[in-house]
């Protein structure tokens, strides 16, 4: 990847895999994944269930289970620091303060035996040195911030008390306290009405303009992915399969995987007898093909070649990558003739 | 619409009328009454031989209920439910069972709705073995032409459900569904536990099922662009109450309620080039325990009078075939 080094990007993943133990073999649930995000960037990372996307967010934050699943190779750059090297206390210090992660589920992700003050100047008075009394009014003006009404009542309410909404906004409250440089939101309104994900969605962006943030976005909906990012991850298998600009991604795709997916939404203004689908599923982590393209099974201009030869991500345009046989930078070096 | 269908459009397979299902809340020493969750409240709509309704709303809005309380799963409090000219609200014993034949349900999460210790062949068996004596033996041919039919191997007839993926799955349901040959089928939520590229496969499948079978389906979904693709006509539940239903491309091109106009507008549309105002409802959806006065949508209504705060609209036709309830539509 050549780009003008104007500025050093805020997280740098190179060539990360992430492996899982499973009767004693490792089989690698992200395999050899890089990409870099900058300041003030939203990446989006797309994927269908069991692609690796929230596997390796989980790298990114070092949070995997211990003994179960490791990074195997690669680095994790953050902000010029090698992940790999900190401490599990020097990791403290930067979760929460510098990168911070909002889950899928906010019926979930809040302890129901605290109260939502307790629970978000945790945050506060684990990264700063302040009186409980400061961390109590920080938090009322945080749960203002997020558009919380009456949030001198909500600071003393317990999860159980607001709605699906109101915790994914606790929850938002919770990872900006510290104004992190980066937010990693793991589908993040996918468990939320349409009207109350377009109120998360325009609260996220509202607050990434203010906090100068970088966001790695996960999900599955591209209208989501369309709506907010600047740049696209499509990870397919654990592997990235595509990597280019918000408009390239939608207007000129080139990976058929990304073709068939983008085919495969049923759009409100079109009127469409059939959809398009791919046949068949993922191959789960035991039956992954040892070599050749990982979508080579499913994908209708598969050739031989596909089965044998794996592809390696490769720019065919200037800031856009590609991992396909059908483009002549996907061959590895040995194989170009 | 097919030729065959505008044929018998004047058909109709189903009639709900007035429907309320209220769940009681009990409470005090006693566990008397106190309070009812109006799950549904005044639904009616009707729908016609061969079409697809759909039903969109958010969580809690009753959509599912709906459904339930049409298949007699929940008794309604009130209204009538008449199917295929017949009043099957009241009906109980034998005489239920007997018209169940007739509608089929298939449901939202494909990994609890199987029975994990069955073989998808007896899966697929059951609702015919409820109905006919007949043995697991003399059913085999007829399971597997339905098996082929979703799209499923052969030798699924011997698998049972933990081998198969969720789309996999879910087809095993719709095989199921359809082994009476049912005339309606109601899908309640078939593909929101799916990947897109899985999704469009079920949906696709569904699609061609009703031509072969002549199926009339009732979709709730809480996708609009999933309802959209399926249905002939929409309605759009709030709270409980149908507020609009349309033919879709009405819905679509000119929806006519403030809530219907801000569900639309606020799907994420996957085109980045696409700049749109966006209607954004403060708020969350009241509860149906305790629902507002009058229109149960205005406490969240940019366009709510002090009309609409004391009486509720009633869903009337404001262009043909174009139903609101909406006092701003008053003439």
Redesign the interface.
């Known amino acids: 990847m050549h780009q003008t080094k104007t500025e050093a990007p805020l997280l740098e993943v190179k060539g990360l895999k992430t492996g899982f133990n499973i009767d004693g073999q490792i089989y690698h649930a992200v395999d050899g994944v890089s990409f870099s995000v900058k300041s003030r960037q939203i990446v989006g990372i797309v994927g269908e269930s069991g692609c690796g996307k929230s596997v390796m967010s989980m790298s990114v934050m070092k949070l995997l289970p211990v003994g179960v699943g490791e990074i195997t190779d690669g680095e994790v750059v953050f902000q010029g620091n090698n992940i790999e090297n900190l401490s599990e206390s020097e990791m403290n210090k930067i979760r929460g303060k510098d990168v911070s992660m909002i889950f899928q589920e906010p019926m979930t992700a809040l302890n129901p035996v605290f109260t939502i003050g307790f629970q978000l100047a945790e945050v506060l008075l684990n990264h700063f040195d302040i009186s409980k009394q400061d961390a109590r009014e920080r938090c009322i003006s945080l749960l203002q911030s997020v558009g919380i009404s009456r949030p001198e009542k909500i600071v003393d309410e317990y999860p159980h008390q607001l709605s699906g909404g109101m915790r994914q906004r606790v929850m938002i409250a919770m990872a900006i306290a510290c104004q992190p440089k980066l937010l990693i939101a793991d589908e993040p309104t996918t468990a939320l009405d349409v009207t109350v994900q377009a109120q998360i969605l325009d609260l996220l962006k509202e607050i990434q303009e203010k906090n100068d943030m970088s966001v790695i976005l996960i999900t599955h909906d591209l209208g989501v992915v369309a709506e907010m990012c600047d740049e696209v991850i499509v990870m397919y298998a654990g592997k990235i399969v595509e990597r280019t600009d918000v408009d390239t991604l939608f207007y000129n795709p080139k990976h058929p995987y990304t073709k068939m997916l983008l085919d495969s939404i049923p759009k409100m203004e079109e009127v469409e007898e059939t959809l398009g689908s791919i046949e068949g599923i993922v191959p789960s982590l035991k039956n992954m093909p040892k070599v050749g393209c990982r979508f080579a099974e499913r994908c209708p201009v598969a050739t031989d070649e596909c089965k044998r030869i794996t592809p390696k991500l490769a720019e065919v345009a200037s800031g856009h990558e590609v991992s396909c046989l059908l483009y002549k930078t996907s061959y590895p070096m040995e194989e170009v003739k | 619409m097919n030729q065959a269908m505008k044929e018998r459009k004047d058909e109709v397979l189903l009639e709900v009328q007035n429907l309320k299902t209220y769940y009681p809340i009990k409470g005090g020493f006693f566990k008397r009454t106190v309070g009812n969750v109006k799950a549904v409240d005044d639904v009616s709509f009707e729908i016609l031989k061969g079409e697809t309704l759909g039903l969109v709303g958010?969580?809690g809005c009753g959509k599912s209920t709906t459904g339930r309380t049409i298949l007699r799963l929940t008794k309604p409090t009130d209204g009538k439910i008449i199917f295929d000219g017949k009043d099957i609200t009241n009906l109980a014993g034998t005489t239920l069972r007997k018209i169940r034949q007739d509608f089929q349900m298939v449901f939202q999460d494909p990994y609890a709705s199987l029975n994990p210790k069955q073989m998808v062949g007896d899966v697929v068996a059951e609702p015919i073995k409820n109905y006919y004596k007949k043995s697991s033996k003399e059913l085999k041919p007829e399971i597997i032409e339905l098996l082929k039919k979703v799209g499923l191997p052969e030798d699924a007839y011997y698998k049972y459900p933990h081998e198969f993926?969720g789309?996999?799955r879910q087809r095993i349901g719709i095989a199921r569904a359809l082994a009476l040959r049912p005339k309606l089928i109601i899908a309640d939520e078939p593909v929101s536990a799916l990947?897109?590229?899985?999704?469009?496969?079920v949906?696709?499948l569904l699609?061609e099922l009703q031509e072969e079978f002549d199926l009339t389906f009732l979709f709730i979904a809480?996708?609009?662009?999933?309802v959209?693709?399926m249905s002939d006509r929409i309605g759009v539940m709030y709270l409980g109450g149908i507020v609009e239903i349309a033919d879709k491309n009405g819905l679509?091109a000119e929806p006519l309620h403030p809530y219907t106009k801000?569900?639309?507008?606020?799907?994420?549309?996957?085109?980045?080039?696409?700049k749109k105002e966006?209607i954004?409802?403060e708020g969350?959806?009241p509860s149906p325990a305790n629902p507002p006065t009058g229109c149960p949508f205005h406490p969240r209504c940019a366009f709510a009078t002090d009309e609409c705060r004391a009486v509720k609209p009633a869903l009337k036709e404001v262009k043909p075939g174009h139903r609101v309830a909406c006092h701003l539509y008053n003439e």
């Open positions: 958010e969580s993926s789309g996999q990947d897109v590229s899985v999704q469009s496969q949906l696709n699609k809480h996708d609009l662009s999933v959209k693709h679509y801000a569900l639309i507008s606020a799907i994420p549309y996957p085109d980045p080039r696409r966006r954004i409802l969350d959806v």
